[in-house]
């Protein structure tokens, strides 16, 4: 193991060198956002009491990939299925691009494959918390040097 910063754990992920799930490929995508270690720090300071949200992905199965839809995108379900109880499966035919052009509000993780990842966030966050940046693992658009 060996530290890396959040951009370069994302490049360590485009190569192919190492693997991480969806969530930790978004909390990546947000710490991007800062470009030090104290500017996380003063962020982290200034938003300790407002809050946090906890919520569950639902995973829609598209012709061509899966995305995950969080909280707040048009997609995502009134009542979604937290304990799996309900064996709800969400599929369509369509291709991923194809619900990316359709859509308006987003708040998703795009999977094309294990290592090709994208984040997209339009909507506002919570508890003054910092949306990710919209990264796609196959490019590099970042600027953090954490």
Request: with cysteine.
């Amino acid at each position: 193991s060996q530290w890396s910063s959040p951009p370069e754990a994302i490049e360590h992920l485009k190569s192919q060198e190492i693997w991480f799930g969806p969530p930790q490929f978004y909390e990546l995508c947000r710490l991007c956002n800062f470009s030090s270690l104290h500017e996380l720090h003063k962020f982290s300071s200034d938003r300790a009491l407002e809050g946090c949200e906890r919520w569950m992905p639902v995973m829609l199965t598209a012709s061509d990939g899966y995305i995950q839809l969080l909280p707040g995108d048009e997609l995502y379900p009134e009542d979604p299925d937290y304990t799996g109880e309900k064996k709800i499966i969400t599929s369509t035919d369509k291709k991923v691009d194809d619900l990316m052009k359709e859509g308006s509000v987003f708040h998703r993780i795009v999977i094309k494959n294990m290592y090709k990842l994208a984040v997209y966030v339009n909507i506002q966050a919570k508890y003054k918390h910092i949306n990710p940046l919209m990264i796609n693992s196959d490019c590099s658009d970042y600027n953090s040097r954490l």
